[in-house]
Each structure stands twice: as structure tokens, then as C-alpha cells.
């Protein structure tokens, strides 16, 4: 089976711009997690989608959403981007049945100048 | 809250060496424990996993892991280690009643001398 692909995998965006990052999960997947990883504050929770839904959020801001699409794909969005939003976005990949094993793709590298 | 702490942010061993890389989580019931690598540039890679039953778990390229309770700790351990193994190195804990959300350490560092 195919990994978990996030695109792009760079981003060069300037602060006030927002951004789109894209995540296909394995196949069969039907629960998509985003990570934020930041050297100050490691890896931190966005939110998880499950059969196009939210099912759960972290503790970011609502400048940070997410949907995910029928085929279980899901972009986040980043509106009025932010110097410290500079991070790797990681999607994480799941059948979403509650065993919290995911697998991660290879991580969008956003810089924001 | 739950947490988990990795008390040792930069690692060097030999080559050959065993290694052991130390995992402490704060968690009210019987958790669900990770272990995840990221090379330089990458994802993380799932190494291995503790949901129930035995306590030592076996993982992917020889690593393996060991629950205690008492010790609330979950330490990664591997016998004989490959200059290829120098990674980051990050023990997780599946957050309580949010699925699929996981807590992560700071992370360990391991760097490997030839």
C-alpha cells in the first residue's frame, strides 16, 4: 500500500497570506490527524477528522481549520499566516476504529517571512 | 494532565553499543504508549506500540520496549546499535478520550559514534 502523501512538500508564504496544505491518508483510511512541529513547542495536536468530520481539536487558534473530503483526503487551512506559524505540518493517517496507531507522511515544511 | 516526559534530550552512543532511551508519561488508567523515529527532513516512523497484555514489546528494526506500571515509565531499548539508527527519537501517549489524538515528548536525540 501507498504511504500517507502531504503537498506540497515546501511553502514559502508571507505574513497575512494563508495557506492550504494537503493530506492523502493510506488507502482505507478513514481518520486524518494534523500535527504542528515546531523546534520551541515539539510536536502539538491540530485536529482529527473522521468520515468528514471533526472529532476532535487541539488547542489552536480558529485562524487553524481543516475538512476532509469523501475519499477521507483533508486539507487544513491557515488563514493571516503568522512569523509563528513557521513549522512541519504533519498528517497522520488512521482506519480511525481507536487504537490512536497512525502513520505519519512526510510533513509540509511551511516558512512564513 | 497527561504528559509525557523524555528526560534525555541528546543521546550519544557507540556503534555496536546497546542503547536505552527513557519514557515517562503521566496517564489515570492503562495508557496507550508509542514510540515514533524522525529521521532528518522526515515523517515520524512508527517503531512499535503498547495497548494491552505483554510487557515487552517487540518493534521494528530490533528495537523493543517495556512497560512497567510501577515506574510509569516506557523506556525504548535496543541491544546492538546501527550508525543508520541516528534519528530523533519520540515517545507518545493516546490521549484520553480524544481518539487518535497523541501526546508527544520533547523527544531524544540520538547521535551514533563510529
Known amino acids: 500500500k501507498a504511504g500517507v502523501t502531504q503537498t506540497p512538500r515546501y511553502l514559502i508564504k508571507t505574513r497575512g497570506q494563508q495557506v492550504t496544505l494537503s493530506c492523502s491518508p493510506i488507502?482505507?483510511?478513514?481518520?486524518v490527524s494534523w500535527y504542528q512541529q515546531t523546534p520551541g513547542q515539539g510536536l502539538q495536536f491540530l485536529f482529527e477528522?473522521?468520515?468528514?468530520?471533526?472529532?476532535n481539536k487541539g488547542n489552536f487558534p480558529g485562524r487553524f481549520s481543516g475538512r476532509q473530503f469523501s475519499n477521507s483526503r483533508s486539507e487544513m487551512n491557515v488563514s493571516t499566516l503568522e512569523l509563528g506559524d513557521s513549522a512541519l505540518y504533519l498528517c497522520?493517517?488512521?482506519?480511525?476504529?481507536?487504537?490512536?496507531?497512525?502513520?505519519f507522511g512526510p510533513g509540509t515544511r511551511l516558512t512564513v517571512t | 494532565a497527561q504528559s509525557v516526559t523524555q528526560p534525555d534530550i541528546h543521546i550519544t552512543v557507540s556503534e555496536g553499543a546497546s542503547l536505552e532511551l527513557r519514557c515517562n508519561y503521566s496517564?489515570?488508567?492503562?495508557?496507550?504508549l508509542f514510540w515514533y523515529v524522525q529521521s532528518p527532513g522526515q515523517g515520524l516512523q512508527l517503531l512499535l506500540k503498547?495497548?494491552?497484555?505483554?510487557?515487552l514489546v517487540q518493534g521494528i528494526k530490533g528495537f523493543e520496549a517495556e512497560f512497567k506500571r510501577s515506574q510509569s515509565s516506557f523506556n525504548l531499548r535496543k541491544p546492538s546499535v546501527h550508525w543508520s539508527d541516528a534519528a530523533e527519537y519520540f515517545c507518545?501517549?493516546?490521549?484520553?478520550?480524544?481518539?487518535?489524538?497523541?501526546?508527544f515528548g520533547t523527544g531524544t536525540l540520538l547521535a551514533v559514534q563510529p
Open positions: 488507502s482505507g483510511h478513514r481518520s
Open positions: 477528522y473522521f468520515s468528514e468530520t471533526q472529532r
Open positions: 496517564y489515570g488508567a492503562t495508557p496507550y
Open positions: 507518545a501517549v493516546g490521549a484520553r478520550g480524544a481518539t487518535n489524538k497523541l501526546i
Open positions: 503498547y495497548f494491552s497484555g505483554d510487557t
Open positions: 497522520a493517517s488512521s482506519t480511525g476504529q481507536g487504537s490512536y496507531e497512525q502513520y
